[in-house]
């Protein structure tokens, strides 16, 4: 691993979609983000996260393209993380379990691309967490893929991202049931957890649509609540509630904890050089996508980086739109991002 820490052991799970052509030239990568895992696209009974974007007759259509998506190293999802019982042990690595970087994400998946005898990409594509693995792909293995679509994302984490981060770890850390991290086989930090997702649902979204979708409206009930009662609770408190209580129901705390982690030590130019230098290596084709509205992730940003790869003369285009659902808008609205993703797909930027 990037700190010098040697895993004995390392499972990564992940799925396809299609199939593999007989060229092996179709095959498509897809990276996730922070709450993520290697279901993209599936039922009606059992959606995928991306599923307004991958699937059969998609946009990104899966009767085309080998899609591959696997669950990021430190993740609970299947993959090898904290939760995880190293070899001969009895009990999970909890904090015992070495810092994971998006790099580390990457040469992971580039093992399992690996075993799956894939020895190169059309594409490698993911919005927020997902998008960092992207740029990272593009810097470590420069000439394994024909174009990179990084969204909603950057080439370094900002402090004001950091401090979202910061927020949510101090909720989960704070949580008497996260017993330093050793709380296996119980619940855990349930209350922290949910608390750290709600933080997160604030940034992701706007103001505008939450003044759209709740206003100051109380949370129906019956009898009626009134307004001035002590636990009175508005609909948008409901909202978080609900959120921050659906992931704890999927997702291990210490995960989430080592993930924020991940995404806080981000930077593409880390122990490398200038931005330029760094640069410098994409061999790639690069579409850049980027949401006026994202609180985490500003678009002045974007364009900078994009700037800097057309200054050394790399094929590069972006994208920016506007959305209500700011930092989520990659996730939600696929109708503005199927067509672009599938021409690049098709011809390239």
Not at 75 to 84: D, F, I, L, M, Q
Not at 210 to 230: A, I, S
Request: net charge negative.
């Amino acid at each position: 691993m990037e700190n010098g820490a040697l895993l004995p052991e390392v499972k990564i799970a992940y799925k396809t979609y299609g199939r593999l052509n007989a060229k092996k030239d179709n095959a498509v990568l897809i990276c996730h983000a922070l709450t993520g895992n290697a279901h993209v696209c599936g039922t009606t009974e059992r959606p995928g996260w991306w599923d307004g974007l991958v699937g059969p007759e998609k946009w990104l259509d899966t009767d085309e393209y080998f899609v591959i998506c696997s669950n990021v190293l430190g993740g609970c999802n299947g993959s090898t993380g904290p939760a995880s019982i190293p070899p001969g042990e009895d009990r999970p690595y909890g904090l015992r379990f070495p810092t994971v970087t998006i790099r580390d994400m990457v040469r992971a998946q580039k093992a399992l691309l690996d075993q799956l005898g894939i020895q190169h990409l059309r594409c490698v594509l993911g919005g927020s967490m997902g998008g960092m693995q992207v740029l990272e792909w593009g810097i470590l293995y420069p000439d394994f893929m024909d174009c990179l679509i990084p969204m909603a994302t950057a080439a370094r984490f900002t402090p004001m991202a950091i401090a979202y981060n910061h927020v949510a770890r101090e909720a989960i850390m704070s949580d008497p049931a996260w017993q330093g991290g050793d709380y296996y086989p119980g619940p855990g930090p349930t209350k922290g957890l949910a608390i750290a997702r709600a933080i997160g649902m604030i940034s992701y979204r706007t103001a505008e649509l939450f003044e759209e979708r709740f206003g100051r409206r109380l949370q129906q009930t019956d009898p009626p609540q009134r307004e001035l009662d002590f636990h009175s609770t508005y609909a948008v408190e409901s909202y978080l509630r609900y959120q921050g209580e659906k992931l704890v129901r999927r997702f291990d705390a210490n995960s989430y904890l080592y993930l924020l982690k991940a995404m806080d030590t981000h930077d593409i130019c880390r122990d490398r050089g200038s931005l330029a230098e760094v640069l410098s290596a994409i061999e790639a084709e690069v579409l850049i996508i980027g949401v006026e509205e994202d609180l985490l992730y500003e678009v002045s940003h974007l364009r900078n980086l994009y700037q800097m790869l057309k200054s050394l003369y790399k094929k590069a285009k972006m994208l920016t739109f506007s959305s209500p659902f700011g930092h989520d808008a990659f996730l939600v609205e696929t109708d503005l991002i199927g067509p672009i993703v599938r021409q690049v797909l098709k011809q390239g930027v």
